[in-house]
């Protein structure tokens, strides 16, 4: 049986509050929560969100150090309107997104190492030849 | 009292912007004690042109400057200034703003104001005919951009933020103008920016995923996702911050370069125009 918490984003931030502030604490609530329990049900109680900078800040960010099905199966996201859900998603691909690439940055193989010659001395090698 | 006038162009507008920030450096930099804003020439005022030269007003009394404005000869924009709240906001005694359906009033905030929102949103629902989406969008783009004042201009001026829809042109157009630091100020103390001369660029890179000068916490989505979202609805988002503007628009980027000797943007101007119609 999967033990799952449960977050009502309208009892926890009210429903004319969605700052990036407010997102904080979801996130705080989220991280909680899962600490404890296998997954979470984050119910936005019909809210109307609209802001990249709560969603990111409380659910966005979280795809920065996890990987995306694992938190989409993590994190079950119920009552939340369908331009929120598709912001969301959006969201999340894009952190997503950005994971990836910090990851193969810091992966990647230095450049190879080139050694300068000085003019004069490719000529002469040239010449040589 | 001593007293410098500038003599305003005939159209506030985006396009317009090279003439009115001179008019506005012009204001500012101006030593005398009083500035005269001449607006009697002003045919057209839109959202950018008018929150711009609000923004100025208030730099200018914060600097100690009275001000002064002849009110523009044409009847229109005479009672458009009046119905949108600029009277009510420098005028002692002036006559408050009109709770029109096509306009929502001007605004000079601080933070993210839900009241503001919600008469914004309460214009788009009874006029507009705007699926929901779109009517969430607006309210994304309130918010974000309110939220970006707030976190990044570090002004205690605050910023203005007015909304206006043209039903005939079928478009809604939004501006949000602060004068506190700008964006190229604010990305060049990113290590990766610190050498970057042109302003065009820095306001592109402030668009793109993850750029952001928060160091306690990822950030540098919402431009992203304005920009985004305007350009899959076939808008456009102009930004215009100290010397450079780029004007995003649904098929191409158009960057205005900065000519030697034009003054300086004091702070960031951001306007967005959204299509009301349904585009094909």
């Given at each position: ?129 | ?17 090279p003439r009115l920030?001179r008019d506005c ?82 605004r000079n905030l ?171």
């Amino acid at each position: 049986m999967i033990d799952k918490a449960y977050i009502n984003v309208k009892a926890v931030c009210g429903t004319g509050k969605v700052t990036r502030d407010d997102g904080a604490v979801i996130n705080q609530l989220v991280r909680a929560a899962l600490e404890t329990h296998d997954s979470v049900e984050l119910d936005f109680d019909h809210v109307r969100i609209a802001s990249v900078s709560f969603l990111d800040e409380a659910i966005g960010v979280i795809a920065l150090e996890t990987d995306l099905s694992e938190l989409k199966s993590k994190i079950d996201v119920t009552n939340i309107g369908s331009f929120d859900r598709r912001l969301l998603e959006d969201i999340l691909t894009s952190r997503a997104r950005q994971a990836r690439r910090t990851a193969s940055e810091g992966g990647r193989l230095p450049p190879r190492v080139r050694v300068a010659t000085a003019p004069r001395a490719r000529k002469r090698s040239r010449a040589r030849k | 009292m001593a007293s410098v006038t500038i003599t305003l162009p005939k159209l506030l507008t985006v396009g317009w912007s090279p003439r009115l920030t001179r008019d506005c450096a012009s204001a500012l930099g101006s030593s005398e004690r009083q500035v005269i804003f001449d607006l009697r020439r002003v045919e057209w005022i839109a959202p950018f042109g008018l929150t711009t030269l609000s923004a100025t007003i208030l730099a200018c009394l914060e600097a100690g400057k009275s001000c002064a404005w002849y009110p523009p000869a044409d009847p229109g924009c005479r009672s458009y200034l009046t119905e949108i709240g600029f009277d009510e906001l420098f005028l002692p005694g002036g006559d408050a703003a009109l709770h029109k359906s096509t306009s929502v009033e001007l605004r000079n905030l601080n933070g993210i104001a839900p009241s503001y929102l919600e008469n914004l949103i309460a214009v788009v629902d009874a006029r507009l005919s705007l699926t929901a989406d779109q009517r969430d969008q607006v309210f994304m783009h309130l918010i974000e951009l309110m939220q970006n004042a707030t976190d990044h201009a570090h002004s205690n001026m605050g910023y203005f933020v007015c909304a206006q829809w043209y039903p005939t042109k079928g478009t809604l157009r939004l501006s949000f103008v602060d004068v506190g630091l700008g964006i190229p100020t604010v990305l060049r103390t990113l290590p990766q920016f610190k050498t970057e001369k042109d302003d065009c660029v820095l306001i592109e890179r402030a668009t793109e995923e993850g750029v952001t000068t928060r160091k306690e916490r990822p950030g540098g989505m919402g431009l992203t996702f304005i920009r985004q979202y305007l350009r899959d609805s076939k808008g456009t988002l102009t930004i215009l911050s100290e010397k450079g503007k780029v004007s995003f628009q649904p098929k191409k980027i158009v960057r205005r370069k900065h000519r030697r000797g034009e003054p300086t943007f004091p702070g960031t101007a951001i306007d967005i125009l959204m299509r009301t119609r349904a585009t094909e």
